[in-house]
């Protein structure tokens, strides 16, 4: 059965963002749940790291985010680490997991002055690009609501696979051109940086993605400087 798509206008602390809803039952993309084991004990840490405040800036997102800590770990130190920058980012994490998270206490009682949102791919394999969108929109919708003053860089989900014909790829494409509306130039920001990993061929080389997925130091080294000129703008440097 065809599944209907509409936008619903919600104001959402004092700013007017359009949420990706469906016409049919929830689906786990937007169904908050946890996970177990190790997973429980990174969360739990990051929980035990934004209790002692001084944060200014948050990375969100799954394990590409999580690589901050391994192949990006140069690259943070350079960009990020004088920023009281919080990593909350877990490998295999998808937007419902997100959405879990952020409900039981990652960003309890701060006030960062911005957060980067990047997260979708490990829902491209089950969900549908509106689904993933709706997960995505559901995600910022929290955090406008948990913290109204802080900026939001939502990043479109980043290319994977060989080449433009990769349908996991096509999935998150599709994706960000659903969520990309939800910048409202106020307090979400959308940027596409996609290309900037890319050969003009749209093949990706496993220089900048060892396994087609996940990123080498170089990598994050793109990551970093394309969202710097705009991040420095949203904490106010």
Known sequence: MKILLR?????????????????????????????????????ESFNA??????????????????????????VWEKFYDKRNTVNLGIGGDRTQHVI?????????????????????TNNSGSNSSEQIAEGVSVIVKQLRDKLPEMKILLLGVFPRGANNEDQRRKVNEGANAIFAKLDDGKHVFYQDIGKKFLEDDGTLTREIMPDLLHLSEQGYTIWAESIEEKLATLLGE
């Open 7 to 43: 936008i619903l206008p919600l104001f959402v602390a004092s700013s007017l963002i359009p949420v990706i809803s469906s016409a049919a039952e929830p689906h786990d993309a937007i169904k908050p749940v946890p996970r177990s084991g190790n997973w429980m004990k990174r969360h």
């Open 49 to 74: 790291r934004v209790a002692k405040g001084n944060v200014d800036l948050l990375f969100i997102g799954d394990s590409i985010t999580q690589g901050w800590e391994g192949r990006g770990k140069a």
């Open 100 to 120: 879990w998270r952020i409900d039981n206490g990652n960003v309890k009682d701060i006030s960062p002055k911005a957060a980067v949102i990047m997260i979708g």
